[in-house]
């Protein structure tokens, strides 16, 4: 019960301060298969069975449908005119401002409220074995071996990476460690996005120490399907710190003041292989890879899409009055998407390996055809057809080689991020590559298969991590301005 206590302040915090009370969980109702706190944190094994569940709740409450669904929606990476998690009503057009009040849709509301609640939970759970930690208790497994560092890393980065989300994603929060006095916490403890974003940073520069002076390997069901080295963790670790430090930005200049020496330092650190999560189906599964990639669900914005048009179709498309919007054909030599039929015969150009084609509409023309697209996510598409047991990405290298080239197109070095941004775009794209000869740009262009360095790195990043960390198409579309 003592977690139950602690997410029921934090909820209660939430619900009379942010106003997110519409959701209509029952917090009071005792849950009988809670272990109760003394056994736990006096016992190594249930301790540290308990504080491995911490990135379970990140993940689930990252990668639910809210707000994973809505996040890409709102960035124009999908395309979604159902009412429900929100979707409609967070990319209709012209946008509309936040309905905050309590007597809101609970579905809406549910996209704030859900990963509050859950990344706060996955917060106090670690907090909880840190502190047992702290008040002496070792982590010695049967064979007598101390895994006391290696529980204290995990628990490190869980609570660091939930609160860098947190402060990328809400205006304010609370930082919450094993330091903290719940019963005396209140909305004066609350502090703005950037405070909360360096102290997820600063918690992974912790987990990075311990990874420097401990050996130990994860087991793999605590990050599901990765049995980590205290090498990985650590890469794994400054990875989510150029994320962060890049994405915390909420405009243009914002984004521009980032410490881009030091993101491009983690980034060399970073991962060398994709981040992925193998879901079982069960308790592991990404609603973000299921409805949101569905293609009755859920389709590619023609925004996104469009990007890699060559015919002159989305330029026209973009002159259209909204309310006369409709879905196109795109012509394009990349090879990532399902191309139109310019010989005539019926058949595609060729089909894509990441955007497929379904001509049926499923979204009804009266919430606006500007919704339409002939296209839909199909890179993951194995988590539909497995029933969500089938590995998804959490994060791609390609994320941490586009903030690599971001870095050299902000210090004037357009061969050096020419470099980053062929690494997919000759591979799987099949594309020319790009050179210093294409111009630097502005950070303001736009997207697109040709142009600037700016415009094809901002593509390149686009079309390889879509569908990848929850948010992070929204995330650098402000940042882009």
């Known amino acids: 019960m003592f977690q139950e206590r602690a997410i029921l302040r934090l909820c209660l915090l939430v619900l009379s301060i942010l106003m997110f009370s519409s959701c209509q969980f029952d917090l009071n109702v005792p849950n009988l298969n809670e272990p109760d706190r003394e056994r736990v944190l006096t016992s190594p094994e249930e301790l540290e069975a308990y504080v491995s569940s911490a990135f379970y709740n990140y993940w689930y409450g990252t990668h639910y449908y809210a707000p994973s669904m809505p996040l890409s929606v709102m960035a124009d990476e999908s395309t979604h005119s159902w009412g429900s998690f929100g979707c409609r009503e967070l ?33 106090s759970i670690a907090a909880d074995g840190l502190r047992a930690i702290d ?24 609570t660091g990476i939930c609160h860098g989300w947190l402060g990328c994603y809400f205006d304010k929060g609370f930082i919450l460690d094993e330091n903290t006095d719940l019963d005396n916490l209140d909305k004066s403890a609350l502090v703005p996005y950037k405070e909360l974003t360096i102290k997820g940073i600063t918690l992974l520069y912790e987990c990075i120490a311990l990874c420097e002076t401990g050996s130990f390997t994860l087991p793999a069901g605590w990050i599901r399907g990765n049995a980590l080295t205290q090498h990985e963790l650590k890469t794994l670790a400054h990875s989510y710190i ?26 060399d650190q970073g991962i060398n292989n994709d981040f992925l999560i193998y879901c079982d189906g069960d308790q592991w599964w990404s609603g973000l890879h299921y409805l949101g990639i569905k293609e009755g669900w859920t389709r590619s914005n023609m925004r996104h899409v469009g990007t890699a048009d060559t015919s002159g179709n989305f330029e026209s498309w973009l002159n259209t009055p909204l309310k ?3 879905e196109f054909y795109i012509y394009t030599p990349d090879l990532r998407f399902t191309s139109g039929d310019s010989a005539g015969t019926g058949l595609f150009d060729h089909e894509g390996t990441d955007y497929w084609y ?24 194995d988590h539909v ?21 971001e870095y050299y197109l902000r210090i004037g070095d357009g061969a050096s991020a020419a470099v980053e ?11 020319e590559p790009v050179s210093a000869a294409d111009g630097i740009g502005s950070v303001h262009d736009k997207p697109r298969i040709f142009g600037s360095l ?28």
């Open 91 to 123: 990319s209709v057009e012209p946008r509309q401002a936040w309905n905050n009040s309590i007597s809101h849709d609970a579905d809406r509301q549910y996209v704030v409220l859900h990963p509050w609640r859950t990344l706060y939970r996955a917060i």
């Open 242 to 267: 150029a994320r962060f430090m890049a994405s915390v930005g909420r405009t243009v200049d914002e984004r521009n003041a980032a410490d881009w020496a030091a993101i491009k330092a983690h980034a």
């Open 324 to 326: 006369d919007r409709k």
């Open 454 to 481: 700016w415009s094809t790195m901002k593509y390149e990043k686009n079309i390889e991590c879509d569908h990848t960390g929850v948010g992070l198409a929204w995330m650098d579309d402000r940042g882009w301005g």
């Open 421 to 431: 941004i062929n690494k997919t775009r000759t591979t799987r794209g099949g594309l």
């Open 385 to 405: 057809y497995t029933g969500c047991a089938s590995p998804v990405p959490e994060m791609k290298v390609t994320e941490l080689d586009m903030l690599r080239a």
């Open 358 to 381: 379904n001509y049926r509409i499923p979204f009804p023309p009266n919430r606006g055809t500007y919704f339409f697209s002939y296209y839909y996510h199909g890179r993951y598409y």
């Open 135 to 158: 008040e002496g208790l070792d982590i010695v497994n049967i064979e007598g071996n101390d895994q006391t560092a290696r529980l204290r890393a995990y628990a490190k980065f869980v």
